[in-house]
């Protein structure tokens, strides 16, 4: 089983980027599966979503041909998005573009990790459960992860963590991921029953 964690923040040394290795290395530690793939959208910027896309221009395939590959080899996702003004950052929007309706996320199960500095997180929970699973067909868990202040959890060293926090988290983490992998075996015969099959709707209403 393989799956990817997929970094929203365009920040370079950004808190989003620090949480989703944190995840990687809880992924790893705790087997909950044989492979991770980390896309970090701070240091792979895309270019933004034109209809080229559709014509097959060559400056596309060239750009996504590699990156369609790891995607479609994911069983199963984490999502992670920073709250910037109560949004969703641009970039992480644009890559759901860029995978709507070629079927690379379809029928696949995805938890939300969202983060914030201080109290926000919410926001972004409400955005990516609106609008980006329509043509992609990601099938987010019922569960989700706000990570709040979170420049206090996670962190390697435990004299910077607020314990009371760092051990909430970090229980609650371990149960959403162990949940995601259940679903991404459960997901993995639906996608084979055949019934899952994007060629008569492309698109989702």
Same mark, same amino acid.
């Given at each position: 089983?393989?799956?990817?964690?997929?970094?929203? +923040?365009?920040?370079?040394?950004?808190?989003?980027?620090?949480?989703?290795?944190?995840?990687? +290395?809880? %992924?790893?530690?705790?087997?909950?599966?044989?492979?991770?793939? !980390?896309?970090?959208? *701070?240091?792979?910027?895309?270019? =933004?979503?034109?209809?080229?896309?559709?014509?097959?221009?060559?400056?596309?395939?060239?750009?996504?041909?590699?990156?369609?590959?790891?995607?479609? #080899?994911?069983?199963? =996702?984490?999502?992670?998005?920073?709250?910037?003004?109560?949004?969703?950052?641009?970039?992480?929007?644009? &890559? =759901? !573009?860029?995978?709507?309706?070629?079927?690379?996320?379809?029928?696949?199960?995805?938890?939300?990790?969202?983060?914030?500095?201080?109290?926000?997180?919410?926001?972004?929970?409400?955005?990516?459960?609106?609008?980006?699973?329509?043509? #992609?067909?990601?099938?987010? %868990?019922?569960?989700? !992860?706000?990570?709040?202040?979170?420049?206090?959890? &996670?962190?390697?060293?435990?004299?910077?963590?607020?314990?009371? +926090?760092? /051990?909430?988290?970090? $229980?609650?983490?371990?149960?959403?991921?162990?949940?995601?992998?259940?679903?991404?075996? $459960? =997901?993995?015969?639906?996608?084979?029953?055949?019934?899952?099959?994007? *060629? /008569?709707? /492309?698109?989702?209403?």
């Amino acid at each position: 089983m393989k799956i990817g964690i997929i970094c929203g +923040s365009h920040r370079a040394d950004s808190q989003s980027g620090r949480i989703a290795r944190h995840i990687e +290395s809880v %992924l790893k530690t705790q087997q909950l599966c044989d492979e991770t793939w !980390l896309y970090d959208l *701070a240091g792979n910027p895309l270019p =933004f979503w034109d209809e080229g896309i559709w014509s097959g221009d060559p400056k596309w395939q060239e750009i996504l041909a590699p990156l369609s590959e790891s995607v479609h #080899s994911c069983d199963a =996702f984490v999502v992670i998005s920073p709250e910037w003004h109560g949004m969703v950052p641009s970039g992480l929007k644009n &890559f =759901f !573009l860029l995978w709507a309706g070629g079927g690379e996320l379809a029928h696949k199960p995805a938890l939300i990790v969202t983060v914030s500095t201080s109290e926000g997180g919410a926001y972004p929970v409400n955005e990516l459960r609106t609008s980006s699973y329509k043509n #992609s067909r990601l099938c987010y %868990l019922p569960e989700h !992860l706000i990570i709040r202040h979170a420049a206090n959890v &996670f962190n390697d060293n435990e004299a910077d963590n607020d314990e009371r +926090s760092h /051990t909430y988290l970090s $229980a609650r983490l371990v149960y959403c991921l162990e949940l995601l992998k259940e679903y991404a075996i $459960a =997901f993995k015969g639906i996608r084979a029953s055949g019934k899952a099959s994007l *060629a /008569t709707y /492309t698109n989702g209403m």
